[in-house]
């Protein structure tokens, strides 16, 4: 075994208390340790700590958030061995210890990609031959040599991400914790990013820890993972154990994502169908799924879709030859579209294609340059903005831009006393949304202390509260576990069912799978594809052009089945009917 980088004992934090109060438990008496070299995935729900436990492992809290801590957190200092926290400058241990955020515009600072990677090692004087040396081999590990000249302002997202990863990979840590670095990417972008952790990886003596919630693709690449838990931490465990013992519970009791893989293999065992191990990856349920259902044999064209789904027809929202610039920036080229009552749209595209600025179109926030957008068939430049913004809901993708208030429960309520409804029935839609989103306990807690995940189910409570004709959320399950995804999207149909119209962006491409009744794809500010989830996935030209990528389980269905499938339910069903109807074990 090898020997410990990072070792903590008996360990609590209290976040800091407001306005005279108690602090709040955060971390109960955590114990771990992580092995030199290792890779481990920290996993739980949103809100169980899991940023907290990582802020607390660089730093970041206490040091500069406040609050209090007990027990200790030793490091492998690379001359004195395992060292307290306690007994390093704070610049020490950021040279330890450091962390990627999940937003990369988050942490660039300043114009150039040089300037960036150099930035923090100027601030430690290092010498500036030895500067030069390490911007050159961070850009070296992240793929992109000859990107020192570059402006950050023109990278794409992948790419800001990877000069933010490389700033701190020209520190040199021991260890480096990446707190969802994907989020904020497209598919495209998440590949490259997760290409280049393979790549440290394979050059680097480093160890790495994740916070991650969609692990279709990191979950078969750690090494070990780590679960945070009603305050505590548990582990660390073999990732194939943790799902063998654990199966289902993962996902149904403790409400967190498994991939798609590992969902099909333990439903396929619950149903009685035995794989010889839990699969974590596509290939590996492949293979193992072979000798049971043998080649595939395609039963029809993956183009068409196994169903039309039963939408209404009359639309809420009309876009008619819309342009748009930013400047001399043009953002959006003749795009027409239509949102229509009853049904689920799903907006999708690589990073600046354009998708949050066509929504803003939606409600008046921005105005197109020419042509016009219609709400209920009315030019929404002839709508008094209150009243637009009543009709059409908006919740922006930084769910800070929306808070207003001192308390989660004043937050809600806020839309409710602007509609002029009784007391008595704003308390009760509060409780009831509330309760709907798992806030109870931070009813009377500022919105700004939220973590990222509750952050954004305050934020689409407040808007869909009034039950408004439209609602348009930009990435409206970012940070969310199983649970918490599985019960918005939920509410969503229901509104739909009702009669709204519901537009999400998203880069989730499971969640289009799922949800979605048609999807539009944006890509260099024109609309490059209108249709079913299941004609997107079966057109590989408009996936590589918009640097999307088709889930999991449809690839499953192709290489399993011979034919494509959206859902897990659906894909466990034809291999029973394929393997037949007695179930045999693999051996």
């Known amino acids: 075994m090898s020997s410990p980088v990072l070792v903590v004992e008996d360990y609590s934090y209290w976040f800091r208390g407001q306005a005279g109060r108690p602090g709040v438990l955060a971390l109960d008496n955590v114990n771990l340790e992580i092995e030199k070299g290792s890779f481990t995935l920290i996993l739980g729900r949103s809100g169980s700590g899991k940023s907290t436990l990582a802020l607390n492992l660089v730093g970041i809290y206490p040091d500069y958030f406040g609050g209090k801590n007990s027990g200790r957190i030793l490091i492998d200092h690379p001359e004195r061995g395992l060292v307290n926290r306690r007994e390093l400058t704070r610049g020490e241990r950021f040279r330890l210890v450091n962390m990627l955020f999940q937003n990369p515009e988050d942490q660039i600072v300043t114009l150039t990609v040089e300037e960036e990677v150099g930035f923090a090692l100027e601030n430690y004087l290092f010498p500036t031959a030895e500067i030069h040396r390490r911007i050159d081999r961070a850009l070296d590990l992240v793929g992109l040599r000859g990107f020192r000249e570059r402006s950050t302002l023109k990278l794409s997202g992948g790419e800001k991400q990877r000069v933010a990863l490389a700033s701190l990979l020209a520190l040199e840590p021991r260890v480096l914790i990446l707190d969802e670095p994907t989020s904020n990417l497209d598919p495209a972008g998440t590949e490259e990013v997760l290409e280049t952790v393979d790549r440290i990886r394979e050059l680097v003596d480093l160890t790495l820890m994740v916070v991650e919630h969609e692990v279709d693709e990191v979950f078969d690449r750690v090494d070990q993972v780590v679960l ?33 893989a590992t969902e099909a293999g333990l439903e396929l065992a619950r149903q009685g169908v035995e794989l010889p191990r839990v699969p974590l990856s596509v290939a590996e349920l492949v293979e193992d799924l072979a000798p049971m259902v043998g080649e595939p044999e395609p039963s029809r064209s993956p183009g068409v879709p196994d169903f039309v789904p039963e939408v209404g027809s009359d639309p809420a929202i009309q876009v008619e030859d819309v342009w748009f610039s930013y400047g001399e920036h043009r953002v959006l080229k003749g795009v027409s579209l239509q949102a229509r009552r009853g049904e689920l749209l799903a907006i999708v595209g690589q990073n ?7 929504a803003s179109m939606f409600n008046g926030i921005l105005r197109p340059d020419s042509g016009r957008v219609l709400v209920e068939g009315k030019p929404t430049t002839e709508y008094e903005f209150a009243h637009l913004v009543k009709r059409v809901a908006y919740i922006f993708q930084v769910p800070e831009k929306q808070f207003i208030r001192n308390t989660v429960e004043e937050e809600i309520a806020h839309g409710l006393k602007l509609l002029g409804l009784e007391e008595e029935e704003i308390g009760q839609r509060v409780d009831e949304y509330l309760e709907r989103f798992q806030l109870l306990d931070q009813r009377e807690l ?8 509750q952050k954004r189910r305050l934020s689409v409570a407040c808007m869909v509260v009034a039950e408004p004709d439209v609602v348009v959320l930009d990435e409206p399950t970012f940070g969310q576990d199983f649970y918490q995804a599985r019960n918005l999207m939920e509410m969503l149909e229901g509104l739909a069912a009702k009669g709204a119209a519901v537009v999400f962006i998203t880069h989730d491409m499971r969640l289009v799978a799922e949800y979605a009744d048609r999807c539009c794809v944006l890509c260099d500010g024109e609309i490059l594809f209108e249709g079913v989830p299941l004609e997107l996935f079966a057109s590989p030209d408009v996936l590589t052009r918009a640097k999307l990528k088709a889930p999991p389980v449809y690839e499953m269905g192709l290489h399993i089945l011979g034919e494509p499938t959206l859902v897990i339910p659906r894909f466990v069903e034809r291999v029973k009917e394929i393997a037949g109807d007695q179930p045999r074990a693999v051996i």
Do not use: C, N
């Open 352 to 358: 600046g294609s354009g998708k949050s600025t066509l």
């Open 446 to 453: 500022s919105p700004y202390v939220l973590s990222h995940g």
């Open 228 to 260: 945070v838990e009603d305050k505590q931490v548990r582990g660390p465990f073999h990732p194939r154990e943790f799902m063998a013992e654990r199966g289902l519970h993962v996902r149904d009791d403790l409400g967190l994502w498994i991939p798609q």
